[in-house]
């Protein structure tokens, strides 16, 4: 196993668990606890976690892995979710994508689609899709591809997912009408709505979902019947739920009498 595999594993547990022992960790990895105290010091100096005696505990009260390290968390199921949202989307649309792995999936569908569409054919006089956003990665990504008008918000990023928040990411988020948001979200509960971990995210989510004519919520069946710190928004906002066959009936039902119509891959 190398190094950076045995980080994602080890950082995986932490995110499960919230605290690493070493004697455990090198049982699971079958590795030595040698080097299972290197990697947790190599860690700490990048701020990813807190050494301790004895093993690590997640860095602060709720912790959060960075974008690069969620990414390969239900990867498949984020793929699948990522099809059939972007079957949702139509040629010449607005489209409004918030920061995030699954919400980074969709846009890399929908490059490929742009792609597709044109290339035999001459660069269009209108772009395939206007795609507006507070991800930087998502913006990088898509920003090479003149087939999408990218248009991105201002505002302070967040180193942990990229996207940028604030006044600034509002302010331009005021300013254009959107035919379709598309959120990914940390949690979904029946009553509560759609929610995410940080407040400063939770308020640009929202300013998407006001701007937009149709709401989809992308998600794994993970996050179904959760809760998070910070409110986005109440179902009575949100059209379409895209999730995995994960989900439990209980919640499938909640949502479906609610009004949302529920997307199942």
Known sequence: MSKHERWNALL???????????EEAAGALRVSPATIRRD????????????????????????????????????????RIAEAAAD?????EVVGLNGGTT??????????RA??????????RAPFLTVVTNALNIAGELAVRPQIKIVVTGGVARPQTYELVGPLAAGVLGEVVLDVAVLGVDALDAELGVMTRHEDEASVSRRFAER????VVVADSSKMGRRAFARICGLERVDVVVTDAGIDGGSATRFEEAGIRLVTV
Do not use: C, F, N, W
């Open 88 to 92: 949702l989307i139509g040629q010449g």
């Open 115 to 124: 792609g597709g569409a044109h290339r035999d054919a001459p660069e269009p």
């Open 103 to 112: 919400t980074t999936e969709v846009a890399r569908v929908l490059a490929l």
């Open 12 to 22: 995986e547990l932490l995110a499960a668990e919230g605290r690493v022992e070493v």
């Open 212 to 215: 937009a004519r149709r709401v």
């Open 40 to 79: 947790l010091d190599e860690l700490a100096g990048q701020q990813m976690l807190v050494r301790t005696r004895g093993g690590a505990v997640a860095h602060g009260v709720s912790y959060e892995l960075p974008l690069r390290y969620k990414s390969a968390r239900h990867a498949s199921e984020k793929q």
